[in-house]
T-cell receptor, first 112, second 112 residues
Framework: GENVEQHPSTLSVQEGDSAVIKCTYS??????FPWYKQELGKGPQLIID?????GEKKDQRIAVTLNKTAKHFSLHITETQPEDSAVYFC???????????FGAGTQVVVTP | DSGVTQTPKHLITATGQRVTLRCSPR?????VYWYQQSLDQGLQFLIQ???????AKGNILERFSAQQFPDLHSELNLSSLELGDSALYFC???????????FGNGTRLTVT
């Protein structure tokens, strides 16, 4: 089955700097890669996603890149702000209908 | 607001007891997923239903069961509860195979 590894587990950045989170997946048939942000006391919220036919996608300060050959994808947050502090999860959907595998999460702390 | 509703928000019960967690998916979503999130742990997939039928099973214990009703809401039943079952339980819904998951805010279960 699909296995997703996520690094780093914690990330501390100064406000205004960039943050990068990386994930690797094992199933070459995986075709959909969403990223979720989980704030304290809330459920994970979809922030951006990318499909296997696209190499990069951007939404304001957030971007995701996908390298299918290397089987890894990354989340980039630019000009970080204190409200970006949260746990971020990557996920990959394999060839099994609707089944998502999540990374272990990255605790991002943005310090003013 | 994701549109996914979970009740109750908090549940405190004793070992050996049985509880039921309820989830109402987003309007129009046919698929419901259940995830468990223990302290400092990632999202562990439990089970998925699509339009009333079980679609995929993850690391769900035999003491746990779920079902999806004709109105598409779902219930997760946890029985013979143990201290280690204390966790956040999330429900997510999606519209279909190529669609992202939308999570509720979870039910926090505490077993004493």
């Amino acid at each position: 089955g699909e296995n997703v590894e996520q690094h780093p587990s914690t990330l501390s950045v100064q406000e205004g700097d960039s943050a990068v989170i990386k994930c690797t997946y094992s199933d070459s048939a995986s075709n959909y890669f969403p990223w979720y942000k989980q704030e304290l006391g809330k459920g994970p919220q979809l922030i951006i996603d990318i499909r296997s036919n696209v190499g990069e996608k951007k939404d304001q300060r957030i971007a995701v890149t996908l390298n299918k050959t290397a089987k890894h994808f990354s989340l980039h947050i630019t000009e970080t702000q204190p409200e970006d502090s949260a746990v971020y999860f990557c996920a990959a959907k394999g060839d099994v209908w609707g089944k998502f595998q999540f990374g272990a999460g990255t605790q991002v702390v943005v310090t003013p | 607001d994701s549109g996914v509703t979970q009740t109750p928000k908090h549940l405190i019960t004793a070992t050996g007891q049985r509880v039921t967690l309820r989830c109402s998916p987003r309007s129009g979503d046919l698929s419901v997923y259940w995830y468990q999130q223990s302290l400092d742990q990632g999202l562990q997939f439990l089970i998925q239903y699509y339009n009333g039928e079980e679609r995929a099973k993850g690391n769900i214990l035999e003491r746990f069961s779920a079902q999806q009703f004709p109105d598409l809401h779902s219930e997760l039943n946890l029985s013979s509860l143990e201290l280690g079952d204390s966790a956040l339980y999330f429900c997510a819904s999606s519209a279909g195979d190529e669609s992202p998951l939308h999570f509720g805010n979870g039910t926090r279960l505490t077993v004493t």
